[in-house]
């Protein structure tokens, strides 16, 4: 008589889109660094806030999470980053800011990926992704009004867009080039204070591509980051660009 196969693993299951989001995102703030060796993460509860999901959403996300050997589980203390000899040490990196054609590399950079970004953020957003955008684009509106550009809420905003994309190597390729993202951000806000102004229509760009997403205008929201992105760079640059020919 031939034998029954045997049942497949849970783990071997493929996981809801749900579980598959908390998952890479938790992996990419961990391999980004923003979760520190040995440091705990956040609780059950806290993550389900955040992410908008189930408690057993995020309780199968963790479990993926210690699958990838990048964190582990104390008894009644909660969950836990591995340190360097974990999976996590293989975080993705890049050589820091050491001149200013490294900036406009980075430039370069974000002008490929972001418009992507805005693209799948459109379309695959939840509510709770659009309210993380639209609190780091009043931030931007609160600090424009009072005359001052701020990196944080700049760099926020742009990265709840790469979280709402939902795409792992998106979102850590831009985690891993935070460092790098707000050198240009700072000496774009620097520009923006002087004679010349800009402050309001960036804003205006901000909430350009903030609408395109609420409404889930894909080819909107790509065209928009694009259009935010390359003016960035030209303000910034004007026109000075570095040849950067081998």
């Known amino acids: 008589m031939a034998r029954s196969p045997s049942p497949t693993p849970a783990s071997a299951s493929p996981p809801s889109p749900m579980v598959q989001r908390v998952h890479h995102q938790l992996r990419a703030r961990i391999t980004a660094g ?21 408690r057993p959403v995020v309780r199968e996300a ?13 008894q009644g203390a909660g969950t836990f980053v591995r340190g360097p000899e974990g999976e996590g040490s293989k975080a993705l990196s890049y050589a820091p800011v050491g001149t200013i054609a490294d900036v406009q590399r980075c430039y370069e950079f974000r002008l490929e990926v972001e418009p992507a970004n805005a693209f799948y953020a459109a379309q695959r957003r939840n ?17 424009t009004y009072a005359h001052r550009h701020r990196e944080d809420a700049d760099y926020a905003f742009h990265i709840a867009i790469a979280e709402a994309a939902n795409n792992y190597f998106f979102l ?13 951000m700072k000496l774009h806000g620097l ?56």
């Open 127 to 143: 509510d709770t992704a659009l309210q993380t955008i639209g609190q780091a684009l009043d931030l931007l509106r609160d600090s």
């Open 62 to 74: 963790l479990r993926r999470l210690r699958d990838d050997g990048l964190v582990f589980s104390r």
């Open 191 to 246: 520009s923006l204070l002087g004679p010349a102004g800009g402050l309001a229509g960036v804003l205006e760009e901000h909430t350009t591509i903030f609408t395109a997403i609420r409404d889930r205008d894909s080819d909107a929201a790509r065209e928009a980051m694009r259009v935010h992105i390359r003016g960035s760079y030209d303000r910034l640059f004007e026109g000075r660009v570095l040849d950067l020919a081998l």
């Open 34 to 54: 923003e979760y520190a060796a040995h440091s705990r993460l956040p609780g059950e509860h806290d993550l389900s806030a955040q992410f908008g999901v189930s």
């Open 172 to 184: 850590s390729s831009m985690q891993a080039l935070k460092e790098h993202i707000a050198v240009g």
